[in-house]
């Protein structure tokens, strides 16, 4: 014993590597310890939580301790071992893994967290089209940063000019913020429709320049409009934003549905505005409240002009139920005898000898 003592005494590398090989054997212990409390941890305290987020960052911190207590003692095995190793070379080395690694650790974390949120709040609003659309950007964006904040550590570390990447990082955003400037318009506009819900997918709507049709689709670029001939009107986000719009399905997809007709003079217009009031409460599909209601709005050339108004419970009876109503009315003036005038002229000609 008092040889090996001496052994270790006269020679130091010997020394040194038993300290390595020790701290090589603890490093190993704690890497296998850290499954354990895992499970200790996340038996007793994550699990019972009605989320899973907590228990994925809790398995995503664990995993990556396991990664930095293996670097850590590294690192200290080669400090032992510095008078037989390039000790900087090796430090540099575990810094730059080190940094990489925390980075990974916070980019997936903040990954989790934009995944849940990005569910919870889309699933409010568009049916989830704001995280289908704005989470793959968000995402690439955080990773971004994340990790250009790493490389940046790591060449100040290594005494590099970190002044000059930055002026070259601006210089260029700037340069492609001017270049997609349309893109970047369209974009932003397109995450102001989806976050101050102007409409909705499925709403029809009335765009200034008169078009109509049901929204089909709305992207980062533009906003997709399905037309009643079956064609899509494709609309940049910025243009949409900037023109008055008339959503005819929100606050209420109640709809009215109002049609005109005219009857002839001497007709009894109390009978007449009766009879389409029946018609139109008879209708299954016509609401009761707020009652249908007819009124007489002027005298014509030809006739005495009325309107029925009544509402359906959304837009896509609209056209269906007026069309059946305007079928009714007609069958059942023709029963009444009541007359549906069109457009007549007199015309008075002199007699022959006065021309």
């Not at 995944?115 to 989830?128: E, F, V």
């Not at 704005?134 to 590099?160: C, D, E, K, W």
Request: neutral net charge; contains cysteine; aromatic residues 10%.
């Amino acid at each position: 014993m008092n040889l090996i003592k001496a052994f270790i005494e006269n020679h130091s590398w010997v020394k040194d590597i038993l300290f390595a090989a020790g701290i090589l054997v603890l490093t190993w212990v704690a890497g296998r310890l850290i499954p354990f409390l895992e499970k200790s941890v996340n038996g007793r305290w994550f699990s019972r939580t009605s989320s899973d987020v907590d228990d994925r960052i809790f398995r995503l911190i664990t995993s990556t301790l396991r990664k930095v207590v293996w670097v850590v003692g590294l690192w200290l095995m080669t400090v032992f071992l510095a008078d037989y190793l390039p000790e900087k070379v090796f430090a540099g080395i575990f810094y730059v893994v080190l940094v990489f690694l925390i980075a990974n650790l916070l980019n997936r974390i903040l990954t989790i967290f934009l995944n849940w949120y990005g569910i919870r709040w889309s699933s409010r609003i568009q049916k989830g089209a704001l995280h289908d659309e704005f989470g793959p950007l968000f995402r690439r964006l955080i990773s971004l940063v994340v990790y250009t904040i790493a490389l940046v550590m790591v060449m100040h570390y290594f005494n590099q000019s970190v002044s000059s990447i930055i002026v070259s990082l601006g210089v260029g955003s700037l340069a492609v913020a001017l270049a997609a400037k349309d893109t970047l318009a369209n974009m932003i506009a397109g995450f102001m429709i989806m976050t101050d819900r102007p409409f909705r997918i499925g709403d029809r709507i009335l765009l200034q320049s008169g078009e109509k049709g049901d929204v089909h689709d709305i992207g980062m670029r533009s906003t997709r409009i399905l037309t009643f001939e079956n064609t899509l009107i494709v609309v940049p986000n910025h243009q949409i934003v900037n023109e008055k719009v008339t959503n005819l399905s929100y606050p209420d997809p109640q709809i009215r549905v109002k049609i005109d007709v005219g009857v002839a003079y001497g007709t009894d217009l109390e009978k007449a505005k009766a009879l389409l009031i029946d018609i139109c409460s008879r209708h299954p599909e016509v609401l009761e409240d707020p009652p249908p209601a007819a009124f007489f709005v002027h005298f014509g050339e030809s006739s005495l002009d009325l309107m029925i108004v009544c509402r359906v419970p959304e837009w896509g009876m609209q056209w269906r139920v007026g069309e059946e109503l305007r079928m009714e009315i007609k069958k059942v003036f023709e029963k009444e005898g009541i007359q549906i005038p069109f457009p007549q002229r007199t015309v008075h000609l002199p007699p022959a000898g006065e021309r």
